[in-house]
């Protein structure tokens, strides 16, 4: 130790002297002493510089060092740096870290931080609900941020977070987690501020001791309030019962019995206790008075009730069809059980469970029968097609003028008697053609009778009525527990659904109710419920409930009820409103029908129906009838009834060229209008009714009503060889049949776009839609969903022309006997009367076959041919042949195929043979038409 200590002072005298001559060199060392003295402040400066970056987010180099911090303490980073900027511009200053802090200082920080930063992971990985791999959870957020140079994702504790919080919820769970980061919190200010622990407890118990006593006035506030308005609702109840049926539905038995005997001592003991009290009012004075006196848009009312008992007690001859819910019968929805979000199920609990309480009073049943509805019936006679102004003239359509065919028609009908005959329908004696080819002599026809159809079983529901005040109330607690002023002013019970109108109070959105239909539906335990907002030309939303069980509406029921009309066939019953009144539609006025719905919906039903209704009010020469079944199942009991104008067709290319054929005697009968310059079939029946009068010597024959019925659309539009030709066909029916009397209804399980095409759908805008499966579905036939929504077996939303939206409708059930029973009679009053111009031919379908229509095989001076017989008014093999200088072969095959394709008339000898087209037609039959 000695030698070293000597030999130190002897160095030094040595290295002194070398250090004087170089001068350079100590300033450098002055500069390095400096630098070495300032170091700390520089690094004052640096460490200060960049906590303000980060705290700032600014720059890469900001945005980073934010981050990695972030990536440990997490987002609480901020306070942290800024807690970190005052130390730092202290050594910044004075060049040393400040002396002022202790130990206390850094451990008391240290842990009141630790609890900032579990506080902030345990907040994070709830909210994502994360509960394990905390550390990699938070460094994928952090990456994420570098990545996109953000610092905006929330870490939460960062890893030190997520370390802490992967122990304390480990070990305690989030309670255990919270109660570490509070106990972290406190001891961390305590051990920082050296806060007398005492202290801190006192304070601790004072604040909790306040906040329970907080807590405690709010809850009873509360409390009170829903007190009250339970007495409140009661009190209201216990009037209107009281009013209603002197009974209070709160009182005990015991208070019952002996209010009973105070309040009709002279009572005949088994006289009901309601009509003890009968007042002057009427039941639903009693109700108005109520509503007047007690709603509000927030408290419960009695709802008028409407719930029809069955219109006829007949003794059935057949059951109702079983339905699911009859051979199983779904549990009674115990409303007691349903969850209420009400405020109190006391009165709930008391109405349901009340021996006294007879629910049947409270209904007022409607015993006289409501009107039926006739859908169409106030649409303007006027031939306006969709999107036409005016209306159309068939002067128009074949450019006929009224006034030069008027006086030539009158100059005929002065001379001959009757109606100049159509050309292509050759004229028998005594035969007009007024229409189809085929007169019908039916004088003697009787039309067959509702007495030949059995009587359906009215389905019971008188459950469904004994809930529907229960559940009136329900809806109206679930409304309010949404916050949902609205009361429900009417409850209708249909034998489908039961409607509740409900009117939302001022400032209540409609499109709210609406997005609570499943809420709803939850509430009511009920297998379906449509919205309808609001109910068209009402100030109310209408709520539509499947009822628990789906009442049957009798075919016969329903007809007898709504009435046979012979003098308008085409008004036909389809079934029963949600306000169980009949629903007819107006065939004439659709004009024509689109009916849709999945396999086992009830279209064949309707379909059915329909027929029915027609056979029981039209006579054959009333109404003619074209029945398309491909599944050949459904309409063959039809074949041989009169009506018929050719015997029900299966096969979809002889559909095809039936609906030609439909297009042609259309086009027929508008020659025959525009001749007698009437506007539409009824005017020109008007006209022979006339002339009929006026001369009885000739007996001119009505033209019939022509109903064309496809049953599967899908068939005909899915076989590719006629899909175009039926579309083009049904469109130009549906474009200008109604004036002339042809009407069509067009039935499909397939609501597909490829077979309701756009052009179809434009043109048939009347629509049935039965149950769908899909709200796609829906929208291909009604622009709207709710098919999806039906329960099946002839539940219908039913939109026709005209009307501001699809209504709901029960449709009438009939059964095959019923069919039968109808058709058997019908057939026995004669024989079948088909129209050979209207029956196809296996040698026209063979035709078709054989290069569709042929028209690529016509000779190139088709055209031209067509023209020339027309001026020359008849044609034959020898005149082609001059004409146009051809061979006999050509100009025989060109008459071969004008006969083939009914222009002409077979040979007549030596004479020409009779055209059977005319100048308007010409343009149809042109090679390229
Ligand atoms: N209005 C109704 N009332 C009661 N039940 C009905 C009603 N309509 C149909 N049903 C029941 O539904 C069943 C199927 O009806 P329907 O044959 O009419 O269905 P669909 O839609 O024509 O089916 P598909 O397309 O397969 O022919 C009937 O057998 C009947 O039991």
């Known amino acids: 130790m000695a030698a070293t200590t000597k030999r130190r002072p002897a160095s030094k005298a040595k290295a002194r002297p070398r250090k004087k001559p170089a001068p350079r060199k100590k300033a450098s060392n002055d500069t390095m002493t400096w630098l070495k003295d300032r170091g700390p402040q520089f690094l004052g400066l640096f460490a200060s510089l960049l906590a303000v970056l980060a705290i700032a987010k600014v720059g890469l180099v900001g945005k980073f060092i934010a981050n990695m911090v972030r990536l440990i303490v997490g987002g609480s ?52 609900n994360v509960h394990n791999n905390y550390t990699q959870v938070i460094q994928t957020l952090i990456n994420q941020d570098l990545n996109n140079h953000a610092v905006t994702t929330p870490v939460g504790g960062g890893l030190i977070g997520a370390v802490l919080y992967s122990a304390t919820y480990m070990a305690s769970s989030n309670f255990g987690a919270w109660l570490v980061a509070i106990v972290l919190l406190i001891i961390g200010l305590v051990v920082m501020f050296n806060l007398p622990l005492r202290e801190v407890f006192d304070n601790f118990f004072k604040l909790a001791e306040g906040t329970g006593d907080f807590v405690q006035t709010q809850a009873t506030t509360a409390h009170e309030k829903v007190t009250e308005s ?46 003890a009290t009968t007042k002057a009012k009427s039941p639903q004075d009693v109700l108005a008075d109520a509503a007047e006196a007690e709603a509000t848009a927030t408290e419960f009312k009695m709802p008028e009730i409407v719930a029809p008992m069955p219109h006829h007690e007949t003794t059935p001859t057949v059951p109702a069809p079983v339905t699911p819910s009859a051979t199983a019968p779904a549990p009674e929805p115990d409303l007691t059980q349903v969850p209420i979000p009400s405020l109190d199920d006391a009165p709930a609990a008391s109405m349901s469970f009340d021996p006294d309480f007879d629910p049947n009073d409270v209904i007022q049943s409607e015993h006289e029968e409501i009107a039926p509805v006739v859908f169409g019936a106030d649409l303007p006679d006027d031939d306006l097609l969709p999107g036409q102004e005016t209306p159309l003239t068939h002067a128009d359509i074949l450019g006929h003028s009224n006034q030069a065919t008027s006086p030539k028609t009158q100059a005929h009908q002065a001379g001959v008697g009757h109606v100049e005959p159509s050309t292509i329908t050759e004229p028998k004696a005594d035969v007009d053609a007024s229409g189809l080819g085929t007169v019908i002599d039916d004088k003697d026809y009787v039309l067959p009778t509702t ?46 659904v039961t409607q509740y109108e409900i009117k939302p109070a ?24 449509r919205i309808e907002a609001p109910i068209p030309g009402k100030n109310v939303v209408g709520i539509e409930v499947a009822n628990d069980q789906q009442a049957t509406v009798g ?97 979809p290319k002889k559909a095809s060229l039936g609906l030609k054929k439909v297009v042609a005697e259309m086009d027929r009968r508008f020659k025959l209008l525009a001749e007698e310059g009437v506007r539409n079939i009824d005017g020109y029946n008007r006209f022979v009714e006339k002339q009929n009068t006026s001369d009885p010597s000739t007996v001119l024959q009505k033209m019939p009503y022509l109903v064309v019925i496809i049953d599967e659309l899908a068939d005909l539009m899915m076989t590719s060889t006629v899909s175009g030709d039926v579309e083009n066909a049904i469109v130009r029916i549906a474009q200008l049949g109604r004036a002339a009397g042809i009407h069509m209804i067009v039935a499909t399980q397939r609501p597909s776009v490829d077979i309701i095409t756009g052009l179809i759908k434009a043109n048939v805008p009347s629509r049935m ?15 709207s969903n709710g098919a999806e929504k039906l329960l099946g077996r002839g539940d219908m939303l039913f939109a026709p022309i005209g009307s501001n939206g699809p209504q709901r409708v029960q449709g009438a059930f009939l059964t095959d006997e019923d069919v039968e029973a109808l058709t058997d009679f019908i057939k026995n009053q004669g024989e079948a009367q088909y129209d050979d111009s209207m029956t196809v031919s296996d040698e026209e379908v063979k035709a078709l076959e054989n290069g569709g229509d042929g028209a690529d095989d016509l000779d190139e001076k088709w055209d031209e041919v067509l023209e020339f017989i027309l001026r020359a008014g008849g044609a034959s093999t020898s005149s082609i042949q001059r004409h146009f200088g051809m061979g006999y072969n050509r100009a025989g095959r060109i008459v071969d195929a004008l006969e083939d394709r009914g222009l002409v008339g077979p040979a007549n000898g030596s004479k020409p043979r009779e055209l059977r087209f005319t100048p308007e037609m010409l343009d149809r039959f042109r090679k390229n038409a």
Request: charged fraction near 20%; hydrophobic fraction near 45%.
């Open 77 to 128: 980073y901020q306070f942290l740096l800024l807690v970190l900027l005052v130390p730092f511009l202290v050594v910044l200053a004075y060049g040393q870290w400040p002396r002022r802090f202790k130990w206390q200082h850094y451990v008391g920080f240290g842990l009141f931080y630790l609890g900032i930063m579990l506080v902030g992971s345990i907040l994070l990985f709830n909210k994502m």
């Open 230 to 275: 339970i007495e409140g609702f009661r009190d209201r109840q216990r009037t209107a019962m009281n009013d209603f049926f002197n009974d209070d539905p709160f009182a005990s038995e015991s208070d019952k019995a002996a209010k009973l005997a105070g309040v009709v001592p002279e009572a005949d003991a088994s006289q009901p206790v309601k009509l």
């Open 451 to 496: 007495e030949l159809l059995q009587h359906i079983g009215s389905t019971d529901q008188s459950a469904e009525r004994d809930a529907l005040n229960e559940k009136a109330r329900i809806l109206h607690e679930t409304l309010k527990s949404f916050n949902i002023n609205a009361t429900v002013e009417k409850v209708v019970l249909g034998p489908t």
């Open 506 to 529: 001022v400032g209540v959105k409609v499109s709210k109710i609406q997005n609570l239909a499943d809420d709803l539906a939850l509430a009511l335990a009920a297998k379906s419920l």
């Open 555 to 651: 075919f016969r029921d329903m007809v007898e009820e709504a009435g046979i009309d012979t003098e308008k066939p085409l008004v036909v019953p389809i079934g029963r409103g949600v306000t169980s009144g009949v629903v007819k539609l107006d065939l004439t006025k659709m004009p024509h029908l689109l009916i849709a719905g999945s396999t086992g919906s009830g279209k064949s039903v309707a379909i059915n129906g329909i027929l029915a209704s027609i056979l029981l009010q039209a006579k054959p020469s009333q109404v003619r009838l074209m029945l398309v079944d491909p599944k050949k199942v459904e309409l063959s009991v039809y074949n041989d009834i009169p009506h018929l104008i050719t015997p029900v067709i299966s096969d």
């Open 769 to 783: 839609a039965f149950a769908v499966s899909s709200g796609v579905d829906s929208r291909t036939i009604l622009d």
